[in-house]
Nanobody
Framework: QVQLVESGGGLVQAGGSLRLSCVAS????????MGWFRQAPEKEREFVAV????????YYADSVKGRFTISRDNAKNTVYLQMNSLKPEDTAVYYC?????????????????WGKGTQVTVSS
């Protein structure tokens, strides 16, 4: 079992930045691809970014490319999401997730473990 806990969310003005963290316990994250997803009210959960086990491969949703950066520190069992140039449409609950795979997976169903999420609100 892997337990994931997100932190770093909050209220920020448009154009601002936030850094989300996801700390894992229970097992090492070295064997998991790690992803970030988000879910706005009355919308489906959507893919944001994914990073491979080693951190050598990364993939972003088009909506965040160039603004968000995913990274990981396997020694700390932690994954990060640096969010810059935030927009009101980025407002959502952000979730980190772990997938036991070498692939860069982007679908909700492909992930094995989920955190409870952290709220990000961007005001205009």
């Amino acid at each position: 079992q892997v337990q994931l806990v997100e932190s770093g969310g909050g209220l920020v003005q448009a154009g601002g930045s936030l850094r989300l963290s996801c700390v894992a316990s229970g097992r090492t994250l070295r064997t998991y691809a790690m992803g970030w997803f988000r879910q706005a009210p009355e919308k489906e959960r959507e893919f944001v970014a994914v990073i491979s086990r080693s951190g050598g491969s990364i993939y972003y949703a088009d909506s965040v490319k160039g603004r968000f950066t995913i990274s990981r520190d396997n020694a700390k069992n932690t994954v990060y999401l640096q969010m810059n140039s935030l927009k009101p449409e980025d407002t959502a609950v952000y979730y980190c997730a772990a997938a036991y795979t070498i692939a860069l997976v982007t679908r909700v169903s492909e992930y094995d473990y989920w955190g409870k999420g952290t709220q990000v609100t961007v005001s205009s």
